[in-house]
């Protein structure tokens, strides 16, 4: 006999019976004030929030152009007329961290749109074609796997020459497998799901059968992992732009900004103090989301 | 003589969607008997049996104006009162032998430490009441069995390891919940002989949790019949095909009969007075 | 309709392949309700997927309508014979809302007046139209196993394998869940292989019995001889013994 | 059953073996394919073409690509990795010179990223949803959030320039270098060995920092993981049968469901190890610390190809073993699996 | 301090030492290593370089003719090896440089002197006897300063060397790693990338060095070193980045020492460049440099303001030109040249103070004239890789010898060019590189090394300063290097060499 445990009448009551239709809008707003209501994962949205809102209003919100020297005010301790003081050129470093928020967003975002459907690719067919397909997608993974992520994009970043475009493809390059390889395990466990056999067996082709049944379902653990590997991403960039292989100047990177900032930490720590929590605020914000969107989707679990 | 005493037995859960009444006032006194708790899924059953035992997790909210073990108000008892009383007074035999064994210990340990827990006694002593106990439950080779982990043995094996280690502490109570529900039509009537064996030996006290009717009205002596968190009918076993709640009678008549084929079988339509009628013996 | 003969399969495995399905003989007619029983683990999904090609490499020979099944494709398998799996909550695709799953199986076969056909096939399962923007977390066990059914009958199969579809449901739902099986099957005189544990359950619905026990069929008896007692075979008698005992 | 075992030793191996051909392929691109110019960097940027002409031949640097893949892959199967540039001895004499340097270093580290992490994950997986696990969920994001190298530098202003415990760069005092013997490359070893207390202090002294900084990345990890390893063993059946039968709550916790999730751990310790690799390049360039993320750095840096290939490979190679190890691990510790 | 009072602690990044070998051994910190490790034959003053001192040589004369110098060594040297020096090993070690042909022979090969005629033109006129002829004429203070500052004049023991040859190598595998050298110390340990350490040479022919032992760390960290330096870790740092000097400069205990080096910075375009060939172009480029600005804030300490190709302090060396910031004309001058709505462009420096610093202002001036110009900033070897290509735009750079406190060491570095084609592939000369080819300042060039009269040369090395001014070169200097060392107080007699050989002999501790 089957487990009876397993299937669990959660909405008993006649009345639950006939609940009320939930559109996906509503389900959405309620998903996302489930999210706000750990503390946690508010904060998170909330930095999030405030990222995307720098990036966009960057005009505004910052105080000087983040690229004007001004060598007559090299160095400047935070006060009023530059709240996170100026740094060895004389430039606001406010402002830069304000259109750093830019770039930050930007290597997150070239990031995961190449690291999400290719991962999401490359695992979905992996897991559900099996057989020589996977043999071959998993080595190719297991290689890259094989290299700390740090590692192989200094190695990348080193081959292509520093610069932010690059820095973005390394970092992808490194990034997707742990992608592919959570595509792939969703996927096998998917394969043989009933929904799937019923597609088949209605004469859905395999492409159907990805892109309909199979991605739609890999998609929010995907999600998750994106967005925690945002936080990854913006440490691996930051690393990146520290060792000096990412964003090339004047661009305000917050790592490249601590970089150059560290020889001057001494005396000026506001240098290195502000764009270090920037990155560490923002980084953390991704995980809380990244946490809170997973308890969302799969509460036992964390 | 009453072993246990409930009334007026609450359970809310919290969730995210809010409160949830999983069990509304249920009361029942268990005597030396075989009693059975039936229902429908989700209708509350195990949750009675866990609150029993204080096993709901730590954000349930149990009521009751009386959950009375022998001298023990079970629901003052702290932490350390409780562990005392489960394995010893009561325990509880879980539905599904896979996944209720530890899969990295053997068996044999797992039953040993279900004594060893209460009793001062040396591993030797622990180990050799085991093999005994198992014994006790009918399996061939214990001492081989003894030593095998859970995935090695079969899912009847396994249950009658579960019997064996809630039994050897010899409580006073045990509950199943739904023991045999996981187990295949020919092995399930052996663990329930060896269970009732066991129990009248040892005269332990019986509740039997489980969702079918007749397996039931075959096997105990009184039965408590729940729907919807609510008990809506106690009735003796034997009694069970004169039930007078339309529930009870639908869930006995909506079951495809072998003797007696109809075209069509009867449909129960479902009362929303049933989740608030009190019910009246 | 369905003739099955002396079909085996080996479980290729990790380490050594496991046979799992030994010299299986069946034939069942068109109309006909063909119940297959067993304890569990012992061959009876694996029949079903053999049949559904989700097996590959089995032995022996299948034939569906004189055809040999080793020379269809799924695509038109897929027109004859459709599937009722056991469990209702995974059968269907929980991001898809009912009205993409019904419409599916249409879209894949490109058939037009979709809406229509989807209307009249839920109405075949006792559903409305309300259903139809809905998920199937918003559905209670019987009405997902409804939608199932729905989603099979909706290319007018031949023969529906049904994969103990009530063992997931309550009692009471099981009931209203076989009253629509029988309904369904007199109207669209469909061909049913249907799997169970529950040997009341099948003798309410077939015709006939295979008795499974470890990948073999151990006998075949029809709903009289069952319900006489007229039965051969050790196991049978325990099978019956227990269906017996719960009545 | 024994031709069975032996077919999947065989299939192992041609797995890993297929994997280390293209780990050899990528190292090989990557090296290609940087455009920085080895020759410069043997030669500086002032010497004439003449002399560009014969180090560019001499680094077989003008033979068609495939040829040049052909003697990379026939140098690597003979063990045979080049000299690196960067220090004129071959590249192999090279890692494992500054191996234990990083061993040393990742070892303490993963030291306290055990002796933290897991007790943290149990005490956070224990206390789900209350303010401890709030608490520790919030430390171990910030573990993963902090830019390593960022608090590299914080802490070495704190703690050796305002507080002056901790040893400022370098795996030992300057003037202890080369002051005691090397047994083993270990200098908290060979120091003890050596009998040079003062020295052993000094190192302690110099290792802390880093090695702690290094390990609270790896607290995070292994308490993150811990934590929902836990969570997974305590909501399973066997864990209500084991207070059913009246255990208290530390045998629950650590007799049985512990015992769950132990191997799941060495797994995860395996890849934390592993990590603590990367982590090193960061906290190795901060510290000075002279071990194999410098290496690599530098060497990258220069554009020396032969140490870039051995060193990346020798990493992917490290990753391969570790990965095999917790397979094994795995296979000797869950009775499951036997 | 901390550190014991026989010991010198050094801290500097090792990034750059790859070989110890001094006919391959670039840079200028393997010049300091091999200076305490060899001895030149003569060396220059410290304090005064345009003294020369005796060192191995005893005696030296040059010939009526201007054309061969001849050398009497000291007889009581012995390498660490115990081996005698002999003449022989004398001229072993030059022919080696050339045979070897590795970077340094560029240096020799500049004077005229070829694998091929080496042997004739260098050779033992007695056990301690040494002549070296001319290839061409020359002034010999030119071979003076070269057997004084280039760091492969360091004298090899030939016989230790030979034992360790491998394939005809002349043992330049081994010296890679290993020394062979007869100065005051001698190697004890070198790890590559890590640490060297040397111990006293008590057989120094010299005066017995009062230091046990020296121990130099790689340390990369400015910050780092600062702290240590502060703390007393460490004696001596090289290599500090500027914050990290101005905040010691006040400090207790510690001294800044601040010595010229010959080498200059400058901000270099491309004639290959059709725009940048344009000289009103590079006039306004000339005039967009920032040039007080710069070495107000960035240079301090790695360079002081100037403005000339031929560096500071030397006869020849013409008054600065004194070019300045002035937008507006820029402007004008690109509106003349046709741009009056600028151009893109390049802009490559490494990445490192100050280049990169200087790069970024620059960056910011060239825009206000509407010049927009991207940074590629790099490793030396990506930066002057694409130099040596001729593949650059425009590049903020440093170069130009000057080791030797002649103008020459500056001039055929950065404005010889005697072949301008792609093929003639001069990759030495920044004259070539940058595809700046003025015939009349090859003459000039020329004419002025062979010129022993130093009233006439130095009157051709102004015409070649005023014509290129004149002419706009490709090259502009905005400073000149300067070396800064932070030393701590107890070390004494630690004296910064402005060819970069420092010769730690004399240091004391207290
Ligand atoms: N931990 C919990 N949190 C929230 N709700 C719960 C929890 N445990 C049980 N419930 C709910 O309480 C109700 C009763 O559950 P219970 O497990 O007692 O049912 P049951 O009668 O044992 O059903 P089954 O026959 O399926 O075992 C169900 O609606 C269930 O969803
Ligand atoms: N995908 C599979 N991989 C390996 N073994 C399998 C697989 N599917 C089925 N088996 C094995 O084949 C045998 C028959 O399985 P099958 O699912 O047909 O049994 P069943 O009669 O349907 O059982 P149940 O009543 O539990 O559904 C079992 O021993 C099972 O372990
Ligand atoms: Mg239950
Ligand atoms: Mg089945």
């Known amino acids: 006999m089957k487990n009876a445990e397993v299937v669990r009448n959660s909405d008993y009551s006649l009345k639950a019976r006939h609940n009320p239709e939930y559109t996906r809008v509503a389900l959405f707003v309620k998903s996302f004030k489930k999210l706000c209501r750990n503390p946690l994962s508010a904060s998170g949205v909330i930095i999030v929030a405030l990222l995307l809102i720098c990036a966009i209003a960057a005009p505004l919100i910052a105080t000087h152009n983040p690229l004007e020297q001004d060598l007559a005010r090299v160095l400047a301790s935070p006060s009023l007329a530059h709240w996170f003081g100026t740094d060895e050129y004389g430039r606001d470093v406010f402002s830069r961290l304000v259109y750093g928020s830019r770039v930050t967003l930007y290597i997150i975002f070239l990031v995961t749109i190449i690291v999400g459907p290719v991962g999401l690719l490359v695992g979905t067919m992996s897991g559900y074609f099996g057989g020589w397909v996977d043999s071959v997608f998993m080595r190719i993974t297991d290689i890259f796997i094989s290299f700390p992520s740090l590692v192989l994009a200094l190695a990348f970043v080193a081959a292509l020459g520093p610069g932010l475009e690059h820095a973005v493809i390394a970092i992808a390059i490194t990034s997707w497998p742990p992608v592919a390889r959570l595509a792939r395990a969703e996927t096998l466990t998917l394969r043989n799901s009933d929904y799937v056999v019923a597609a088949q067996l209605q004469g859905a082709s395999a492409c159907r059968v990805l892109f309909h049944y199979i991605s739609l379902m890999c998609l929010p653990s995907l999600i998750v992992r994106l967005t925690m590997n945002m936080a990854t991403v913006i440490l691996t960039a930051a690393a990146l732009g520290f060792l000096g292989l990412g964003a090339q100047p004047p661009l305000p990177e917050w790592g490249a900004m601590i970089s150059t900032g560290r020889s001057y930490m001494l005396e000026s720590w506001w240098l290195v103090a502000f764009p270090g929590a920037a990155i560490m605020l923002v980084s953390l914000a991704f995980n809380l989301l990244g946490d809170g969107l997973r308890d969302l989707l799969d509460p036992r679990t964390e | 003589m009453d072993v246990l005493t409930v009334e007026k037995l609450n359970v809310t859960f919290r969730t995210d969607e809010g409160l949830k009444h999983a069990v509304r006032d249920v009361s029942f006194t268990l005597r030396n008997e075989k009693l059975a708790i039936v229902g429908e899924s989700g209708s509350g059953k195990s949750t009675v049996g866990k609150a029993i035992l204080r096993l709901n997790p730590p954000s349930t909210r149990v009521t009751a104006e009386k959950l009375q073990f022998g001298k023990t108000n079970l629901l003052a008892c702290n932490e350390k009162e409780i562990r005392a009383i489960r394995g010893q007074h009561i325990s509880m035999i879980m539905q599904d032998p896979k996944f209720s064994l530890n899969p990295v210990m053997t068996v044999g340990e797992q039953i040993s430490e279900a004594l060893s827990v209460h009793r001062n006694i040396s591993r030797r002593e622990a180990k050799e009441a085991a093999l005994e106990m198992l014994k006790e439950v009918s399996i061939a080779d214990p001492e081989h069995v003894y030593s095998q982990y859970p995935h090695e043995i079969s899912g009847g094996m396994g249950q009658r390891v579960m019997i064996a280690m809630m039994v050897i502490p010899e409580p006073d109570i045990i509950i199943a919940d739904e023991p045999t529900s996981a187990l295949d039509v020919s092995v399930q009537q052996d663990v329930l002989n060896i269970l009732t064996r066991l129990i009248e030996k040892k005269n332990i006290s019986l509740i039997f949790i489980s969702h079918d009717l007749n397996l039931v009205k075959k096997f105990c002596d009184r039965v408590l019949v729940m729907y919807g968190g609510r008990v809506v009918e106690s009735i003796k076993a034997n009694e069970l095909s004169n039930a007078s709640h339309p529930y009870t009678r639908g869930l006995m008549e909506s079951l495809p009969s072998l003797k007696h084929r109809r075209e069509t079988l009867p449909v129960m339509t479902r009362d929303q007075n049933w989740l608030t009628q009190e019910y009246t013996t | ?247 | 059953m024994i031709r069975s075992r032996v077919s999947r030793v065989t299939k192992k191996t041609g797995v890993i073996l297929i994997t280390l051909f293209g780990l050899l392929t990528m190292t090989f691109v990557i090296g290609r394919l940087m455009p920085i110019d080895p020759v410069l960097a043997v030669i500086g940027p002032d010497a004439d073409s003449s002399t560009y002409q014969q180090v560019f031949d001499e680094m077989g640097l003008g033979k068609p690509i495939w040829v040049q893949y052909y003697y990379y892959l026939q140098d690597m199967l003979s063990g045979d990795f080049g000299r690196a540039i960067l220090t004129g001895s071959p590249v192999i004499d090279d890692i494992l010179r500054v191996l234990p340097a990083t061993i040393e270093l990742a070892s303490i580290a993963i030291m306290v990223g055990v002796g933290l992490g897991v007790p943290l994950g149990v005490y956070a997986a224990t206390h789900r949803g209350r303010l401890g696990d709030h608490l520790t969920r919030l430390i171990t994001l910030f573990g993963y959030s902090t830019p390593v190298f960022w608090v590299g530098m914080v802490g070495l202003i704190i703690f050796y320039a305002w507080l002056n415990w901790a040893g400022a760069a370098g795996r030992i005092g300057f003037a202890y270098d080369g002051m005691f013997t090397s047994y083993t490359g270990f200098y908290l070893v060979d120091t003890l060995l050596s009998g040079n207390i003062e020295a052993f202090v000094s190192a302690l002294r110099h290792i802390a920092l880093p090695a702690l900084i290094l390990g609270l990345n790896s607290v995070s990890f292994i308490g993150r993981m811990t934590r929902s390893f836990m969570l997974e063993q305590l909501s399973q059946e066997y864990i209500k049968t084991a207070r059913v039968k009246g255990l208290s709550e530390r045998s629950v916790i650590w007799k049985h469901a512990f015992k769950n999730i132990r191997v799941q751990l060495l797994t995860i310790v395996a890849l934390a190890y592993g990590g603590l690799l990367e982590g090193a390049v960061l906290i190795e360039t901060v510290f000075a610390w002279p071990g194999f993320g410098q290496y690599l750095t530098d060497s990258l840096l220069m554009g020396d190809m032969n140490a870039v290939m051995a060193s990346v490979l020798f990493i992917g190679l490290v990753f391969v073993f570790l990965n095999l190890l917790s397979d094994a691990l795995y296979k000797m510790f869950d009775p499951r699996t036997q | 301090s901390n550190t014991p009072s026989d010991q010198l602690i050094i801290a500097l990044k090792m990034n750059n030492i790859l070989s110890l070998d001094p006919a391959a051994s670039t840079g200028n910190d393997i010049a300091f290593i091999n200076a305490n490790l060899y001895d030149t034959l003569i060396e220059l003053d410290p304090e005064d370089p345009t003294i020369i001192l005796p060192a191995l040589a005893r005696d030296w004369e040059v010939a009526d003719d201007n054309m061969s110098i001849s050398f009497s060594l000291r007889e009581d040297v012995s390498f660490h090896s115990g081996n005698q020096l002999t003449a022989e090993d004398v001229v072993w070690t030059f022919e080696r440089v050339l045979d070897l042909n590795l970077a340094l022979a560029t240096t020799w090969k500049a004077l005229g002197f070829t694998k091929e005629n080496i042997s004739n033109l260098i050779s033992e006129t007695g056990t301690h006897e040494v002549e070296i002829k001319f290839p061409r004429e020359l002034d010999p203070k030119l071979v003076i300063y070269t057997l004084a500052t280039s760091p492969s004049a360091f004298i090899i023991d030939k016989q230790l060397v030979l034992e360790h040859e491998q394939d005809g190598d002349l043992g330049h595998q081994w010296l890679t790693t290993n020394s062979a050298g007869s100065g005051a110390f001698s190697l004890e340990q070198w790890i590559p990338q890590d640490r060297i350490i040397m111990v006293k040479n008590a057989q120094y022919w010299g005066e017995t060095p009062s230091l046990e032992r020296i121990a130099m760390r790689n340390l990369k960290e400015s910050q780092t070193m600062r702290l240590m330096i502060e703390r007393g870790d460490i004696d001596v740092a090289i290599g500090m980045s500027v914050p990290d000097i101005r905040s010691l400069e006040g400090a207790e205990g510690v001294d800044i020492q601040t010595t010229q080096r010959g080498t200059l910075y400058y901000v270099a375009v491309s004639m290959q460049n059709d725009i940048l060939a344009n000289k009103d172009v590079r006039r306004a480029i000339r005039g967009t440099i920032n040039y007080e600005g710069i070495n107000d804030s960035i240079m301090p300490y790695y360079g002081v303001f100037h403005q000339r190709p031929v560096k500071l302090g030397l006869p020849a060396t013409l008054p600065e030109p004194m070019y300045s910031l002035s937008t507006d004309e820029a402007r004008k001058l690109l509106a003349n040249a046709g741009y009056e709505n600028g151009f893109t462009t390049t802009i490559r420096a490494l990445n490192e103070s100050p280049f990169i610093n200087v790069a970024i202002n620059l960056q910011s001036s060239l825009e206000r004239i509407g010049i927009n110009a991207e940074i590629i900033s790099g490793t030396g070897n990506q930066v002057y890789g694409a130099m040596r290509d001729r593949r650059f735009d425009i590049i903020v750079g440093r170069g130009g010898g000057g080791f030797a406190p002649h103008p020459d060491s500056n001039l055929t570095p950065l404005l010889f060019n005697p072949d301008n084609s792609d093929s003639a592939k001069l990759t030495n000369f920044q004259g070539w590189r940058t595809g700046y080819h003025n015939e009349r300042i090859n003459e000039l060039i020329m004419q002025a090394v062979s010129e022993a009269d130093s009233e006439l040369q130095n009157s051709l090395y102004a015409e070649v300063q005023s014509i290129y001014d004149e002419d706009v070169g490709a090259l502009f200097p905005f400073s000149q290097m300067v070396n800064t060392v932070a030393v701590r107080q107890e070390v004494e007699g630690y004296l910064d060499d402005p060819a970069a050989m420092t010769r730690l002999r004399s240091v004391t501790k207290h």
């Open chain 3, 1 to 247: 309709m369905i003739s099955i003969q002396s079909l085996s399969f080996d479980m290729p495995g990790s380490t050594k392949s496991k046979r799992i399905l030994n010299d299986i003989n069946i034939s069942i007619g068109k109309g006909e309700c063909f119940g297959l029983v067993g304890e569990s683990g012992s061959g009876k999904t694996s029949i079903l997927k053999c049949l559904a090609g989700q097996f590959q490499g089995w032995e022996g020979a299948i034939a569906i309508q004189g055809k040999s099944l080793a020379e269809t494709s799924l695509k038109e398998r897929s027109n004859t014979m459709q599937m009722v799996f056991q469990d209702p909550y995974g059968a269907l695709h929980p991001r898809h809302t009912i009205r993409k799953i019904l419409n599916e199986p249409l879209a894949i076969k490109g058939l037009s007046d979709k809406s229509e056909r989807i209307l009249k096939a839920l109405k075949d399962v006792g559903l409305d139209e309300t259903f139809l923007p809905r998920y199937p977390h918003q559905l209670s066990g019987g009405q997902r196993q409804r939608v199932a059914i729905a989603r099979a009958i909706i290319l007018d199969p031949d023969i529906i394998l049904l994969d103990e579809p009530t063992s997931a449901l309550d009692v009471s739902v099981q009931a209203e869940i076989l009253n629509l099986l029988t309904s369904l099957h007199r109207r669209h005189q469909l061909t049913y292989l249907m799997v169970s544990h529950d040997l009341g359950v099948i003798a309410h619905l077939c015709e006939r019995v295979a008795v499974m026990k470890s990948g073999e069929i151990v006998e075949v008896v029809s709903r009289d001889d069952l319900v006489e007692g007229n039965v051969a075979h050790a196991y049978t008698k325990v099978l019956l013994q227990h269906a017996l005992s719960r009545e």
